[in-house]
């Protein structure tokens, strides 16, 4: 491997790495606790070097919402592959983005802040669009026998998303929810949308 390669290797290794620490410093007390000196405070390296990898405290957190769908993608992948029956796929993939959304709260609304502040002349970034796509993708499986327009089908895409996004807000606001009574209010709300499809 020759230093060009091995310097782009530790650069992106030291990427990583700041962007681990960053992301300890979002789970604990929230991502707008979450600033360049903090971390720089934290890993112990001056601000200016962080400058090096990040433009600014927006570019920071872009990058840790695209490490979060990164990381849900991967997970969805990881268990859902090999699920065949699309109704059962599609409850399985909604299933992980809830559980997600609940286990990792800060970077999850993390990752909606970031969504939200992109303007009609940024894309979202592919690890977003990823997410969407792979949900779309199963949406129109389940439609199966493709009755449905694209418009319909991506309209219950972003419907399917709103379930799971209402109630991870729901999970935030009131305490008192337990496990099990949210986890059948999801079942029911993909039920419901898995009977609109046909």
Known sequence: MGSKERKARNRA????????AALRIVREEGH???????????????????????KNKEALLVDLAKFGYQQLNTNIDRNCNSIIDPKNRLKAMLTIYWRFATREKELYLLMQETGMNLNELEPLFPEMLTFINSINQAITKVDGKGNNTDVFLKHKCYMAIAIVQGLAALNLIHKDLDALSQSQMLDDAIDSLIDSLN
Do not use: G, P
């Open 32 to 54: 707008r606790s979450l600033s360049l000196r903090r971390l720089a405070n934290d890993i112990e390296f001056s601000a200016t070097v962080l400058y090096l990898y990040f």
């Open 13 to 20: 290794n030291m990427h990583k790495d700041i962007l681990h």
